[in-house]
T-cell receptor
């Protein structure tokens, strides 16, 4: 199974500043079809997860451009610019390249 | 309105069975791959099952393989998860989610809670 490792576990951020979350996979996430199925999700307390970023860097419909994804192979990053109060919660990376699909352990973003 | 609504959760004893349902609306269910994902209390997300748009293909992680069965009824726009031989470690909120062609889960339900306890 592909293990997804996220760092940090927790990220206290000042409003208006940036936050960066790292996600590393135990194997390359490049699929045989050439795509890299690395996804970022955000879960607010008491809510289901919602899709933010797919295939490394593509923002889902309605996601503000303050959210950006980057990376390749086994190393990926989610950056949140100009953090707002509504951005708190847990962020998960997920790989959809190989079964079983697996998630990172999550990074909790909170406001200082 | 695009929506997924899960039902069927509750408190059950170890070793028993339960079936979850997920009613879809607002999108073409019969064209969509569907997943179940669960989240134990205070824990992260775990993928549980995938079914292709027509029900031909089904995939599971080892943790539920042989105990859980995913199915769908496209005439009713409904997804199911039959859970047998339930264990205490199956206690979680169960979400249904749509899988898109970009390998992502783009629509999520609100979830239904399963508690397995004696």
């Amino acid at each position: 199974d592909i293990v997804m490792t996220q760092t940090p576990l927790s990220s206290p951020v000042t409003l208006g500043q940036s936050a960066s979350i790292s996600c590393r996979s135990s194997q390359s996430l490049v699929h045989t079809d050439g795509n890299t199925y690395l996804t970022w999700l955000h879960q607010r307390p008491g809510q289901p997860p919602r899709l933010l970023i797919y295939k490394i860097s593509n923002r889902f419909s309605g996601v503000p451009d303050r959210f950006s994804g980057s990376g390749a192979g086994t190393d990926f990053t989610l950056k949140i610019s100009r953090v707002e109060a509504d951005d708190v919660g847990v962020y998960y990376c997920m790989q959809g390249t190989q079964f079983p699909l697996t998630f990172g352990g999550g990074t909790k973003v909170e406001i200082k | 309105q695009v929506q997924l609504v899960e039902s069927g959760g509750g408190v059950v004893q170890p070793g028993t069975s339960l079936r979850l349902s997920c009613a879809a609306s607002g999108f073409t269910f019969s064209h969509s791959a569907m997943h179940w994902v669960r989240q134990a209390p205070g824990r992260g997300l775990e993928w549980v099952a995938l079914i292709s748009y027509d029900g031909t293909y089904k995939y599971y992680p080892d943790s539920v393989k042989g105990r859980f069965t995913i199915s769908r009824d496209n005439s009713k726009n409904t997804l199911y998860l039959q859970m047998n031989s339930l264990r205490t470690e199956d206690t979680a909120v169960y979400y249904c989610a749509r899988g898109n062609n970009d390998g992502a889960f783009d629509i999520w339900g609100q979830g239904t809670m399963i508690t397995v306890s004696s």
